[in-house]
């Protein structure tokens, strides 16, 4: 095990600064590196850290999501408003709507196995969008109209959309009853995950006014907590929707309301931890693409992932009817919804292990999505970002 996370964080490192310097996203290197190092490929990663790699992988994610809700006040996401609800759902569904459309024309799958695709291919990786966004933020690149913020919040809440209605047509598969509640779980989970996460938010805030301790110990009890809220919608999941990923974002956010100053102090901390994580996280998923499984496609495959794309940037700019950005910044908004990479590395396996018909065509399809658009998505938000986004001080 210590021999391949060796080979992980300086491979990872070291073509990731070899990239940057080529002006290409470290990212890019970083999943490339997990390709040729995984079990597809070379197979030099240890069967025990691919055994933990979904928790390794949701530890990084939890560290990004963490900064995020650190930096993103409450009331910038307020005044963004309507656009911000539809950005969260209506690309997403008109992608899924898309799949579900093209997919039996192009593979003659039933219109079921094509939702359960549509729902792995629809969830844009926040792991990919947040970081820039932050990055965004940072410098200063559509601060005024909130454009990191909506971005931030519109692909983290767009996984879980996906994941649920992932659930929900894997079980109609399975042969159980369609039940409205299905959809209604999608709110709901939204909504007890903030909930939840603002209440463990302003519970640590109460405990880091009555006890001091060091800013490190800080980190490591939000990141405890946060693995706590993460455990807590795996063992709630049968019984009631909670979205694991908001409620940690949401205390972030809460910590920033109630502790400015500390959440600023700890911001540098987590920007710190990410570094490593990052590596970790798309080497990971680099690990987990099955290269082998790309014989199954072709083209079709392009010409479906290509058609989705298509109505989701509709569905982008539908969503930023009425808005006051223009066009160069709506454009950059329907650049960010192209990157695809922990969701599908995630679950894109799940219905083969579960029986369905078409699982090696969706685990196809999962892969060659991730290796097409989360590095050209990558490149286009980082060359875009300057060119298309105001610069606001």
Same mark, same amino acid.
């Given at each position: 095990?210590? *021999?391949?996370?060796?080979?992980?964080?300086?491979?990872?490192?070291?073509?990731?600064?070899?990239?940057?310097?080529?002006? !290409?996203? +470290?990212?890019?290197?970083?999943?490339?590196?997990? /390709?040729?190092? +995984?079990?597809?490929?070379?197979?030099?990663?240890?069967?025990?850290?691919?055994?933990?790699?979904?928790?390794?992988?949701?530890?990084?994610?939890?560290?990004?999501?963490? %900064?995020?809700?650190?930096?993103?006040?409450?009331?910038?996401?307020?005044?963004?408003? %309507?656009?911000?609800?539809?950005?969260?759902? &209506?690309?997403?569904?008109?992608?899924?709507?898309?799949?579900?459309?093209?997919?039996? %024309?192009?593979?003659?799958?039933?219109?079921?196995?094509?939702?359960?695709?549509?729902?792995?291919?629809?969830?844009?990786?926040?792991?990919?969008?947040?970081?820039?966004?932050?990055?965004?933020?940072?410098?200063?690149? +559509?601060?005024?109209?909130? !454009?990191?913020?909506?971005?931030?919040?519109?692909?983290? &809440?767009?996984?879980?959309?996906?994941?649920?209605?992932?659930?929900?047509?894997?079980?109609?598969?399975?042969?159980?009853?369609?039940?409205?509640?299905?959809?209604?779980?999608?709110?709901?989970?939204? =909504?007890?995950?903030?909930?939840?996460?603002?209440?463990?938010?302003?519970?640590?805030?109460? /405990?880091?006014?009555?006890?001091?301790?060091?800013?490190?110990?800080? =980190?490591?009890?939000?990141?405890?907590?946060? *693995? &706590?809220?993460?455990?807590?919608?795996?063992? =709630?999941?049968?019984?009631?929707?909670?979205?694991?990923?908001?409620?940690?974002?949401?205390?972030?956010?809460?910590?920033?309301?109630?502790?400015?100053?500390?959440?600023?102090?700890?911001?540098?901390?987590?920007?710190? !931890?990410?570094?490593?994580?990052?590596?970790?996280? *798309?080497?990971?998923?680099?690990?987990?693409?099955?290269?082998?499984?790309?014989?199954? /496609?072709?083209?079709?495959?392009?010409?479906?992932?290509?058609?989705?794309?298509?109505?989701?940037?509709?569905? /982008?700019?539908?969503?930023?009817? +009425?808005?006051?950005?223009?066009?160069?910044?709506?454009?950059?908004?329907?650049? $960010?919804?192209?990157?695809?990479? $922990?969701?599908?590395?995630?679950?894109?396996?799940?219905?083969?292990?579960?029986?369905?018909?078409?699982?090696?065509?969706?685990?196809?399809?999962?892969?060659?999505?991730?290796?097409?658009?989360?590095?050209?998505?990558? &490149?286009?938000?980082? !060359?875009?970002?300057?060119?298309?986004?105001?610069?606001?001080?």
């Amino acid at each position: 095990m210590l *021999f391949s996370l060796a080979l992980i964080l300086i491979i990872g490192f070291a073509l990731s600064g070899l990239f940057n310097r080529l002006h !290409i996203p +470290g990212l890019l290197a970083m999943i490339i590196t997990g /390709v040729v190092l +995984g079990p597809y490929v070379l197979n030099l990663i240890s069967p025990d850290i691919l055994n933990i790699s979904s928790d390794l992988r949701e530890i990084a994610l939890i560290v990004i999501l963490l %900064r995020a809700g650190l930096t993103m006040d409450l009331k910038d996401l307020k005044s963004v408003g %309507r656009p911000a609800i539809l950005m969260c759902f &209506v690309p997403a569904l008109l992608e899924l709507l898309a799949v579900v459309f093209l997919a039996p %024309r192009l593979f003659g799958i039933s219109t079921v196995e094509a939702a359960i695709l549509g729902t792995i291919v629809a969830a844009v990786s926040p792991a990919v969008v947040v970081p820039r966004m932050l990055k965004l933020m940072e410098s200063g690149y +559509g601060r005024e109209k909130r !454009i990191p913020h909506l971005l931030m919040a519109a692909s983290s &809440v767009n996984t879980v959309v996906a994941i649920i209605l992932f659930a929900a047509f894997l079980g109609i598969y399975s042969g159980e009853e369609f039940k409205p509640i299905s959809l209604i779980n999608v709110p709901i989970s939204i =909504v007890l995950g903030i909930a939840l996460g603002i209440a463990c938010g302003l519970l640590l805030v109460w /405990v880091f006014k009555r006890f001091h301790m060091r800013d490190t110990i800080k =980190v490591l009890t939000i990141l405890s907590a946060s *693995f &706590v809220l993460v455990t807590i919608e795996d063992f =709630v999941s049968a019984w009631v929707p909670v979205s694991g990923i908001l409620a940690v974002m949401a205390l972030g956010g809460t910590i920033l309301k109630a502790r400015e100053p500390v959440a600023k102090r700890l911001t540098g901390k987590f920007s710190k !931890i990410w570094v490593g994580a990052e590596v970790l996280l *798309f080497v990971l998923v680099g690990a987990q693409v099955d290269i082998t499984a790309l014989s199954n /496609v072709g083209l079709l495959a392009v010409v479906l992932l290509a058609g989705a794309m298509v109505l989701r940037i509709a569905g /982008v700019y539908i969503s930023l009817i +009425g808005t006051e950005l223009n066009a160069k910044e709506r454009l950059y908004c329907a650049i $960010t919804n192209l990157p695809k990479a $922990t969701v599908q590395a995630a679950i894109g396996g799940v219905p083969l292990a579960a029986g369905v018909a078409s699982g090696n065509l969706i685990l196809a399809v999962a892969v060659l999505s991730i290796i097409i658009t989360a590095p050209i998505g990558a &490149v286009a938000m980082d !060359i875009s970002a300057e060119r298309l986004l105001t610069h606001d001080g």
